[in-house]
């Protein structure tokens, strides 16, 4: 284990870990791992949100129910307890993390969609299309989805960062993806047994997660400033 440029060591600017492996290029690697899985899991979570949003926004009654039940069942649910539990069935491999995280973080844009899908059912745009006898399928896609999706765009952003930590914890409890494949989460679990040895190995990785989680959330905050009226100011 060599430290790195704070040594005056540039051969290996972040050092090396216990293996004598370069922290930077297991760093950069390892980056790519984590938003691959991060925002393969908001993709596929802000798809199944969206869905069961309109579905309850816009018909009501049986549906709004059940899905809002659903909803509420897993937002009270232990996000990690519930990863955990998941894992256990489909193993901690790349697409099995993808799935864990999606699973947990479906609900907050099912949430928000529902509830801008029942102001917008209620517009006349969507009570004329109506009334043309536009089809259902039409309505949603092309007349209420393009209003659900503006607010959404900065709720997206705070769920990266979100499932960036979700991620990295199931990594540093050994339940992320199997050597030689590794993430910031896995770099800190691997680094946690040389502390006091070699900090860095730890230290680098958690510095990445820290950085990366600001960044999505100063863009989330950019986002939900330009689309919410209220913080607009009309020039005179």
Do not use: C
Request: no cysteine; charged share 10%.
């Amino acid at each position: 284990m060599r430290p790195g440029f704070w040594t005056g060591d540039w051969q290996f600017p972040l050092g090396t870990d216990f293996l004598g492996r370069d922290m930077l290029s297991r760093a950069i690697y390892a980056t790519r791992l984590t938003l691959l899985i991060s925002a393969g899991a908001v993709a596929l979570a802000t798809l199944f949100g969206i869905a069961l949003g309109l579905i309850a926004g816009f018909y009501g009654r049986w549906t709004d129910h059940p899905i809002s039940w659903l909803i509420d069942v897993q937002l009270a649910f232990p996000v990690i307890a519930l990863a955990i539990a998941i894992i256990a069935l489909v193993g901690g491999s790349f697409a099995g993390l993808v799935l864990v995280l999606a699973t947990t973080s479906w609900s907050t844009t099912a949430r928000i969609t529902r509830a801008q899908t029942l102001a917008a059912r209620n517009e006349v745009y969507v009570e004329a299309a109506l009334a043309l006898g536009v089809p259902t399928r039409n309505i949603l896609i092309r007349h209420i989805l393009p209003n659900v999706l503006s607010p959404l765009l900065a709720v997206v952003t705070y769920e990266i960062s979100r499932l960036v930590l979700t991620e990295s914890a199931l990594s540093f409890l050994g339940l992320g993806l199997a050597a030689p494949d590794v993430t910031w989460g896995g770099m800190i679990g691997d680094g946690r047994s040389f502390i006091y040895q070699a900090w860095w190995t730890a230290a680098v990785p958690g510095l990445l997660i820290t950085a990366l989680v600001f960044a999505f959330n100063f863009v989330g905050d950019g986002l939900r400033d330009a689309f919410d009226p209220a913080t607009w100011v009309k020039s005179k």
